[in-house]
């Protein structure tokens, strides 16, 4: 029996197309999932303006917009980090006050 060894070319060409075809379909759902995601982050920044305007927020808002009209010479680095340090587990925090 002789044994085999390497594919044939139609067996390279169907792997290639093969890959070919995942690589395409990859591409068209990060396009899809990028499409998906602005709509949402549209209607959620829509949203949350509107809550703005008509003073409906919670006091991590009104901090950020404190911070806002003190006119922070870095802001967004700011805001980042005060949101970073409210969403930080509390066991995290006390582990990192405690090691120095």
Request: charged share 15%; net charge negative.
């Amino acid at each position: 029996m002789v044994r085999r060894t390497g594919k044939t070319g139609g067996e390279q060409a169907a792997e290639q197309g093969t890959q070919n075809l995942q690589a395409q379909l990859q591409q068209k759902a990060n396009e899809a999932g990028l499409l998906v995601a602005d709509n949402f982050q549209a209607q959620m920044l829509v949203s949350a303006l509107t809550f703005i305007q008509q003073g409906q927020h919670g006091p991590k808002t009104s901090a950020i917009l404190e911070a806002m009209g003190t006119g922070s010479t870095a802001p967004l680095e700011d805001w980042g980090n005060q949101i970073l340090t409210w969403n930080q587990p509390a066991l995290l925090s006390s582990a990192s006050d405690s090691s120095g």
